[in-house]
């Protein structure tokens, strides 16, 4: 068994797992490290239509993390299909396409173009703070993720995952939610919304960014969420917020998580996906755990 997890019907070799929005496509890094080592890599976030995403500034680092507002920029389905999967299929990638809608009908869309391209796995964006329409209102309350998720496993037969925020009133309601209306894990978290202001910019635009928080600052949000949902559910989850070491990783495994993923860490280290994947497999070889299981147990 080693360090493999099961999620869903996707076996990974190992936990880690790279974070949407912070990876690109997956295709850029191919060349700059081995990517068949890390678990999977999800991509950024593909919506429906092509999208520019939002004005500058969209980008300001912050102690110990960094607010964006990217906006969902992407490519859109259609295009990612025809030029980003062949690149993905051909270097032999475990992938998951994280997708993203303004309306119901535009996630079953997308669910069932993955779903005619033979696409393993789908990470559901119900979580994004920083766009005008959709993501953040389907996953608040959980009679509309209940509705959502059914309507795209009408049209998608491989691994569902739906990745949550912490800006829901009950998590355990919506862990619980996920898990009946037939979701195969759970990952969390995403960004925090968040603002920067700068009382001495004289340039009126570039005075505040309203966005997402994500980074070390968030570690702290993202274990006490993960410790609360696994009280509520048996499915799989996929922790995230903060990782930057192997200690992180331990952590997460310890309040619940079952596989993590990286996002930010990979700004200032971009290979730290492939070199955790390292640590966590010597650390496992040298104390003796034959699984992640194993691992988990000790640690909870
Ligand atoms: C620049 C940037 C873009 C992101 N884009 C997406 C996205 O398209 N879809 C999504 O589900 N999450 C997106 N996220 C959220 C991350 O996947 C992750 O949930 C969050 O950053 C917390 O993890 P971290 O602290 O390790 O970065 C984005 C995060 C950042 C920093």
Redo the contacts with the bound molecule.
């Keep these: 068994m080693g360090m493999k997890v099961k999620i869903g019907s996707l076996i990974l070799q190992n936990p880690i797992i790279t974070?949407?929005?912070?990876f690109g496509y997956n295709t850029e890094y191919k060349d700059f490290m081995d990517l068949t080592k890390i678990g999977a890599l999800?991509t950024?976030?593909i919506t429906l239509h092509p999208r520019q995403g939002n004005p500058q500034p969209?980008?300001k680092e912050v102690p110990n993390?960094?607010i964006?507002s990217?906006g969902?920029e992407?490519v859109g389905i259609h295009k990612f299909v025809e030029e980003k999967l062949p690149v993905l299929k051909e270097n032999n990638i475990t992938f998951i396409v994280?997708i993203?809608g303004e309306s119901l009908e535009e996630y079953k869309q997308i669910a069932k173009i993955c779903e005619n391209n033979q696409l393993n796995a789908i990470?559901l964006?119900l979580?994004?703070p920083n766009v005008e329409k959709g993501?953040l209102e389907f996953g608040k309350d959980e009679e509309t993720i209940c509705r959502l998720i059914c309507s795209v496993r009408e049209v998608f037969t491989g691994t569902l995952i739906v990745?949550l925020?912490t800006n829901v009133s009950f998590p355990e309601k919506i862990a619980w939610a996920v898990q009946k209306a037939g979701g195969d894990a759970i990952?969390?978290?995403?960004?925090v919304k968040a603002m920067n202001i700068n009382i001495n910019s004289d340039y009126k635009g570039y005075k505040f960014i309203k966005g997402?928080l994500?980074?070390?600052c968030?570690?702290p949000i993202?274990l006490n969420f993960i410790y609360e949902i696994r009280q509520h559910t048996d499915l799989p989850i996929i922790g995230?917020?903060?990782?930057?070491n192997l200690n992180d990783i331990l952590e997460f495994i310890a309040v619940g998580a079952d596989a993590i993923?990286?996002?930010?860490?990979?700004?200032t280290q971009p290979d730290i996906s492939e070199k955790l994947a390292d640590e966590l497999n010597d650390f496992m070889e040298t104390r003796g755990y034959n699984s992640i299981k194993e691992l988990a147990d000790s640690l909870r």
Excluded: V, Y
Excluded at 19 to 22: K, P, W
Excluded at 187 to 191: G, P
Excluded at 240 to 244: D, L, V
Excluded at 261 to 267: A, D, K, L, R, S
């Design positions: 974070a949407s929005g912070t999800i950024k976030g969209r980008i993390g960094m964006n990217i969902l992407n994280n993203a990470e964006n979580s994004c993501c990745k925020g990952s969390a978290i995403n960004t997402g994500s980074g070390k968030i570690k993202a995230m917020g903060g990782i930057n993923q990286i996002g930010t860490g990979t700004f």
